[in-house]
Nanobody, 124 residues
Framework: QVQLVESGGGLVQAGGSLRLSCAAS????????MGWFRQAPGKERDLVAA????????YYTDSVKGRFTISRDNAKNTVYLRMNSLKPEDTAVYYC?????????????????WGQGTQVTVSS
């Protein structure tokens, strides 16, 4: 029930930074848990970062911990993913997702709204 649109992807050299944005529509956004996933060609779609409804609790997969930061602004109906010190291994399509019935989730099955994805390519 939450409509999501990602933006901010692009081509960047290793060591560079990008900030992805996810614009959401719907009056229930503030009550939805949010997450960022990524999928490289031929690979599974994996969770990168998650954030609870209020933004007080966050999670990061080990490979991005210390480099990526997830945040949300409920007043603006927007969730962000700041990516620093990018590596070629970060190259993937990044998806924004929402769970309308969970306060916090690390499980893909629990997310019921998805954006169209935005491409991030990191060159060496």
């Amino acid at each position: 029930q939450v409509q999501l649109v990602e933006s901010g992807g692009g081509l960047v050299q290793a060591g560079g930074s990008l900030r992805l944005s996810c614009a959401a529509s719907g009056r229930t956004f503030s009550s939805a848990a949010m997450g960022w996933f990524r999928q490289a060609p031929g690979k599974e779609r994996d969770l990168v970062a998650a954030i609870n409804r209020s933004g007080s609790v966050t999670y990061y997969t080990d490979s991005v911990k210390g480099r990526f930061t997830i945040s949300r602004d409920n007043a603006k109906n927007t969730v962000y993913l700041r990516m620093n010190s990018l590596k070629p291994e970060d190259t993937a399509v990044y998806y924004c997702a929402a769970s309308s019935y969970r306060d916090y989730s690390r499980t893909r099955y629990e997310y019921d709204s998805w954006g169209q994805g935005t491409q991030v390519t990191v060159s060496s």
